[in-house]
């Protein structure tokens, strides 16, 4: 409906962003809110979720005084939320302690008890146990938390609990909930062999529905406030991977992008559930039915270059993306070659103890040749992310280029040669999360067919894979391999930062 709007909220972990579109997808509003992260001890990474409601709202509020006719017109509103924060509520609807978020690491000792203790957890959820995820969260709330595991009502995701504010429903989709190790993501079903292993029954955890689905409608007090309609549906929403999806069109067999966000990820969409933990292939259930993810992650990517800037003194990533293209014009030969792994390794080889590594420095070496390693590490890691999907069977020929990093246009070569794939970049402005947001209110107020509404944006340009580059980088990148694999038995010395 043209004249129907509606609004998509996007909850990352460094902001909020609201944005207000037609049922043409013009966006009439844009507004954002930052969030605050603290840590209150290393490897721990923790956000108030009342804050998120209050950032919302002030999002929200920006949006409608920007556009008042547009945001009368409110038709539907959809939700993408970061991944695998954790969220508590007792039997009062009552918040029991902060947001444990997806980068939080406190629960690593509790991921080995969990696979010892419920030996078939790879096969029952399609995934490693990871510390962001929620069942190993809730084992350590177990054991250091007592009180407050004890008080567990309602487990929720970041997202979940929005649309909680928004509806008074409890409810999770599909791809939040592949995320909490207590999830069959085969059967899209809770899994309750693992939700009794960590200690609940499975009616803590919301309920299930899909991620276009509708989750209930906007409470009355909140439609009155913001002078809309009173039925204005609330979507289940979607775990911010799966909205990237949507708002790309990524809907079909084989359709892929890359985020070249703080961390990396690589993320195709397969008709069909494809674990692969062997390969620390994250295998999720997309926000469409009858639709999977596989995904690749490399933890510190564009974070990794706002950590070289830091170091080396530079004003901001662009003089690092500068310096790293004026090194590969010079010599690539002569740059060292980056182990990425500043926040351990993720896809293929899930190593915790990883840790970065500058390797063949010289007395020649520049501050530029640092520079283009790092991003050539990163590239590497990303291409052997997506190697670790294509073994499984999977077959995709190019991808969408999403995140900061790409702004780089040099970047994106060096990505598209290492991993052998044309990359389409779409408009800067162009937000994927929030755009999917949008889709999945359009859908949960039955405007249409998934199929019909999740076209892809417009492409902006194809970086193909340099041909002048690619035995260069073929024989660096064999190098970047062995040398995980011969420091693999050093970094098993090392513990992990907690």
């Given amino acids: 409906m043209i ?72 038709s539907g509103i959809g939700v993408a939320g970061q991944t695998q924060g954790m969220t508590l509520l007792d039997k009062h609807d009552r918040l029991l302690r902060p947001a444990m978020l997806g980068t939080d690491a406190r629960a690593r000792a509790e991921c080995v008890e969990l696979e010892a203790m419920v030996t078939e957890a790879r096969p029952l959820t399609g995934n490693l146990a990871l510390p962001g995820c929620s069942a190993p969260k809730l084992l350590w709330l177990q054991k250091y938390e007592r009180s407050v595991f004890d008080n567990i009502a309602k487990v929720l995701m970041p997202k979940d609990f929005i649309v909680f504010r928004l509806t008074g429903e409890f409810v999770t989709d599909m791809s939040d909930a592949s995320a909490t190790l207590c999830f069959d993501v085969a059967r899209r079903a809770w899994s309750a062999r693992m939700i009794h292993a960590v200690g609940l029954t499975p009616d803590r955890f919301p309920r299930l529905a899909e991620g276009c689905a509708q989750a209930g409608e906007l409470r009355a007090p909140l439609a009155e406030a913001w002078g809309v309609k009173a039925r204005v549906p609330v979507a289940a929403g979607a775990a911010r991977p799966a909205a990237a999806a949507l708002g790309l069109g990524a809907v079909g067999e084989g359709a892929a992008y890359v985020s070249l966000g703080p961390s990396g990820l690589s993320c195709v969409t397969v008709r069909g559930a494809r674990p692969c933990p062997e390969r620390a292939v994250r295998n999720f259930a997309h926000g469409l039915p009858g639709l999977w993810h596989q995904l690749g992650v490399t933890p510190a990517c564009a974070a990794g270059v706002e950590w070289w800037a830091n170091i080396a003194g530079l004003p901001g990533r662009g003089v690092v993306h500068a310096q790293a293209e004026a090194a590969a014009r010079e010599a690539m030969d002569d740059a060292p070659v980056f182990l990425p792994y500043l926040d351990g390794a993720g896809t293929p080889h899930d190593d915790a103890r990883a840790a970065g590594v500058f390797f063949g420095l010289t007395a020649r070496t520049t501050p530029a040749a640092f520079a283009y390693a790092l991003l050539e590490g990163v590239a590497f890691s990303i291409a052997d992310g997506l190697a670790a999907i294509r073994a499984t069977g999977t077959r995709f020929g190019r991808a969408s280029l999403i995140g900061e990093g790409g702004e780089s246009r040099f970047w994106c070569e060096l990505l598209a040669t290492a991993s052998g794939l044309p990359l389409d970049r779409h408009a800067p402005e162009f937000a994927a999360a929030g755009a999917g947001a949008v889709r999945l209110a359009r859908l949960a107020a039955g405007e249409g067919e998934a199929d019909a509404l999740c076209a892809a944006p417009p492409v902006v340009e194809t970086v193909l894979p340099r041909d002048d580059w690619r035995e260069d980088l073929d024989i660096r990148h064999a190098r970047f391999r062995r040398l995980y694999r011969a420091l693999k038995a050093e970094f098993a010395f090392r513990e992990p930062e907690p």
């Avoid at 049922?23 to 992260?37: F, K, M, Q, Y």
């Avoid at 603290?38 to 920007?66: C, I, K, M, N, Y």
Wanted: charged share 25%; net charge negative; proline share 6%.
């Fill in 3 to 74: 004249d129907a709007t509606y609004l998509g909220i996007d909850l990352g972990i460094g902001r909020v962003r609201a944005v207000l579109c037609d049922g043409a997808e013009r966006t009439l509003a844009d507004a954002s809110v930052r969030l605050a992260c603290s840590a209150p001890q290393p490897g721990w990474r923790e956000q108030s979720p009342e804050e998120w409601w209050h950032a919302t709202l002030e999002a929200v509020a920006r949006v409608r005084a920007d556009a008042p006719a547009g945001f009368a017109r409110l």
